[in-house]
């Protein structure tokens, strides 16, 4: 099975702080994303990377940056972590499409509390 | 924004069909049909997915009507345990990725 890890289940930040949530899979994927999930807003998608130390813009980049320096790794950087990027995050992620688009796989996501 | 439309939530008693629907009518010819679903405080869980033909694995039947402006996700006998948010998104092969564009979904409630 496809197994998605993330550092972290919960973790809370103050304002200002730099932070790193980490994400890890198993299975040789190429592409890796980062979601977040807010009530109200379903997930939007911040960043995405289709190979290793490349990286594109999601919907919502401003206030995030990622790193990929290998590829079962995927790194989301908050540089100052403010209230309002208090969320679930969630990692995913999938083989390259071929014939058809590939699934995404999902990790447990982290709750980010930023006070 | 997404590209489908799906009713916010609907209840099932348990060990009956559950019947999700949901209306794509702007899909073009090359995009898929995916569901995934969320089971709460967890990430989403990828279903099934179609193109034209009705599609069947050991979770769910996916049914997509001839002009593919919409379709159904049947989960046949439904337990407690698919309680859940479920999700319906169209989608294109992409050579970069390939985002997934998440509705609102529809809160399944399955019933004793």
């Known amino acids: 099975d496809v197994k998605v890890t993330q550092s972290s289940r919960y973790l809370v930040k103050r304002t200002g702080e730099k932070v790193f949530l980490e994400c890890v899979q198993d299975?040789?994927?190429?592409?890796m994303f980062w979601y977040r999930q807010d009530p109200g807003l379903g997930l939007r998608l911040i960043y995405f990377?289709?190979?290793?130390?490349?990286?594109e813009k999601g919907d919502i980049p401003e206030g995030y940056s990622v790193s990929r320096e290998k590829k079962e790794r995927f790194s989301l950087i908050l540089e100052s972590a403010s209230t309002n990027q208090t969320s679930m995050y969630l990692c995913?992620?999938?083989?390259?499409?071929?014939?058809?688009?590939?699934?995404?796989?999902f990790g447990p996501g982290t709750r980010l509390t930023v006070t | 924004d997404a590209k489908t439309t799906q009713p916010p939530s609907m209840d099932c008693a348990e060990g009956r069909a559950a019947n999700l629907p949901c209306n794509h009518s702007?899909?073009?010819?090359?995009?898929?049909v995916y569901w995934y679903r969320q089971i709460h405080s967890q990430g989403p869980q990828y279903i099934i997915h179609?193109?034209?033909n009705n599609e069947t694995n050991e979770m769910a039947s996916l049914i997509i009507t001839e002009d593919r402006k919409s379709s159904t996700l049947i989960l046949p006998h439904a337990t407690l345990r698919d309680t859940a948010v479920y999700y319906c998104?169209?989608?294109?092969?992409?050579?970069?990725?390939?985002?997934?564009?998440f509705g609102q979904g529809t809160e399944l409630s399955v019933k004793p």
């Open positions: 179609g193109l034209k």
């Open positions: 299975m040789d994927h190429e592409n």
């Open positions: 702007t899909i073009s010819g090359n995009e898929y």
């Open positions: 990377s289709y190979d290793v130390k490349m990286k």
């Open positions: 998104i169209v989608r294109v092969v992409s050579n970069q990725g390939g985002k997934l564009i």
């Open positions: 995913a992620s999938s083989l390259t499409d071929r014939d058809r688009p590939a699934e995404q796989y």
